[in-house]
């Protein structure tokens, strides 16, 4: 059975940093591409970051130069540091691994970016 679980979200102020933590178990996240979404009050959900099985990194527009995905094999754990952040980046955070055509997600975390 495939958990992935997000920790790490809370409250920043406006230019301060987080660093969320997506642990996962009954899969291997080396295995699979992996990626970091986000939802909004009241928005779609919105891709953030992914990272390939062999390490080809994505960002949106929106995060990119601020953002930094990566991931521990030892772990099993994806990160996404945020740096610089700004009230717009105020959302639920998401994990998602595809596997065998399945997306599996975590619970999310809330991240609130405010002064």
């Known amino acids: 059975q495939v958990q992935l679980v997000e920790t790490g979200g809370g409250l920043a102020q406006p230019g301060g940093s987080l660093r969320l933590s997506c642990a996962a178990s009954?899969?291997?996240?080396?295995?699979?591409?992996i990626a970091w979404f986000r939802q909004a009050p009241g928005k779609e959900r919105e891709g953030v970051s992914s990272?390939?099985?062999?390490?080809?990194?994505y960002y949106a527009p929106s995060v990119k130069g601020r953002f930094t995905i990566s991931r521990d094999s030892a772990k099993n754990t994806v990160y996404l540091r945020m740096n610089m952040m700004k009230p717009e980046d105020t959302a639920v955070y998401y994990c998602?691994?595809?596997?065998?055509?399945?997306?599996?997600w975590g619970q999310g975390t809330q991240v609130t970016v405010s002064s």
């Open positions: 998602n691994v595809r596997r065998f055509g399945l997306d599996y």
């Open positions: 990272i390939t099985t062999d390490g080809y990194i």
């Open positions: 009954g899969v291997t996240l080396d295995d699979y591409p």
